[in-house]
C-alpha cells in the first residue's frame, strides 16, 4: 500500500527508493494469498496446542504423583499393621511363657 502511496496510483510507474520495498511487501502477500496474519495465526494456534499439551501434561504427571503418594501411604499402613500385630503376637508369646514359667517355679 505505501508503493502504491508514493508511486501514485499508477503501479506501472519507475520505483523510487522506498518502491521496492513496497514492491516486496506486496510480492510476499500475493504469495501468502494476500493473507500474512494466516502464518501468524498459525503460529499462535500452535502455541495454543502447545501450551495446552504442557498443561495436561502438567495435570498428568499431577495425578500420576498424587495415585504414587496414595500407594506409598496405603503400603506403610499395611506394614505398621503388620508390625502392630506381629508386636502383639509377641507380647502375647512373652505373656505365655512367663505365665507358663510361674507354675513351674511354685
Known amino acids: 500500500m505505501r508503493d502504491r502511496m508514493l508511486r501514485g496510483a499508477n503501479p ?12 516486496d511487501d506486496n510480492r510476499s502477500r500475493r504469495v501468502n494469498g494476500g493473507n500474512t496474519s494466516g502464518s501468524v ?18 495435570k498428568s504427571l499431577l495425578v500420576e504423583q498424587q495415585a504414587a503418594e496414595e500407594r506409598e501411604l496405603e503400603e506403610a499402613i499395611r506394614l505398621s499393621q503388620e508390625e502392630e500385630e506381629s508386636r502383639k ?9 512367663a505365665l507358663f514359667d510361674d507354675h513351674q517355679q511354685l
Open 89 to 97: 503376637t509377641a507380647v502375647a508369646d512373652l505373656n505365655a511363657s
Open 41 to 58: 495465526r498459525g503460529r499462535r494456534d500452535e502455541e495454543g496446542e502447545l501450551r495446552k499439551a504442557i498443561e495436561e501434561s502438567k
Open 12 to 23: 506501472n510507474s519507475p520505483p523510487d527508493d522506498f518502491g521496492e520495498l513496497g514492491r
